[in-house]
């Protein structure tokens, strides 16, 4: 079973706006993480926030993370074609295993 | 270090044959978890070593799944009795035991069975 849902499930955007998206989760966690994973390969990781964190970035990608009400955002800024990715999150539960969401596709058109 | 390496990267198989798929993980890295993937979805989880002690398995891990993780380096995951419902893509990641570190996966092992 999967632990969270992500919103929306699909994103089409020009280059250069930012990208909002957002994921929403069940239980207690350790720590959230998002990965980004290009057709039909594996996942990368982008950023982890731990459960004690409100907000963290990394060059163009900003997370926050609400704890009261079990969500994340992953923003991204200034968007470029090689952002066009479906983006993951997942929680880390008992620091034993991550659950992921479905995912966001986003494409960015030129 | 190359990172998580999977092999091999597809393999067609017929209805009711048996496939392994293996996994090296990065070397520093004393957990392994094997996640399955279909279109469209996220990641499931099967199973996680650490080292060669497997100390996890979900309930998706029927019978015909059998993982092992010999020495706590290399992992295979063997499938038998291959069933169409088993076409996926199949995700290794290897991360330390230590909190909030995250994941590198490999590229995966594309299964379609025909």
């Known amino acids: 079973s999967q632990q969270g849902e992500e919103d929306p499930q699909a994103l089409s955007i020009q280059e250069g706006e930012n990208a909002t998206m957002n994921c929403s989760y069940k239980?207690?966690?350790?720590?959230l993480q998002w990965y980004r994973q290009n057709s039909g390969r594996g996942l990368v990781h982008l950023i982890l926030?731990?459960?004690?964190?409100r907000e963290k970035h990394s060059g163009r990608l900003r997370v926050t993370l609400d704890t009261s009400k079990k969500s994340s955002s992953l923003l991204i800024t200034a968007s470029r074609a090689a952002d066009t990715a479906s983006y993951f999150c997942?929680?880390?539960?008992?620091?034993?295993?991550?659950?992921f969401g479905q995912g966001t596709r986003l494409t960015i058109n030129p | 270090d190359t990172g998580v390496s999977q092999n091999p990267r597809h393999k067609i198989t017929k209805r009711g044959q048996n496939v392994t798929f293996r996994c090296d993980p990065i070397?520093?890295?004393?957990?392994l978890y094997w996640y399955r993937q279909t279109l469209g979805q996220g990641p499931e989880f099967l199973t996680y070593?650490?080292?060669?002690?497997?100390?996890?398995k979900s309930r998706l891990l029927s019978d015909r799944f059998s993982a092992e993780r010999p020495k706590g380096s290399f992992s295979t995951l063997e499938i038998q009795r291959t069933e169409q419902g088993d076409s996926a893509m199949y995700l290794c990641?290897?991360?330390?035991?230590?909190?909030?570190?995250?994941?590198?996966f490999g590229s995966g092992t594309r299964l379609t069975v025909v």
């Open positions: 997942a929680t880390d539960e008992g620091a034993q295993k991550l659950v």
């Open positions: 070397s520093e890295h004393n957990r």
């Open positions: 926030i731990r459960s004690n964190e």
């Open positions: 990641a290897s991360t330390r035991v230590q909190a909030n570190y995250g994941y590198t």
């Open positions: 070593f650490q080292n060669e002690a497997q100390l996890e």
């Open positions: 239980t207690s966690i350790n720590n």
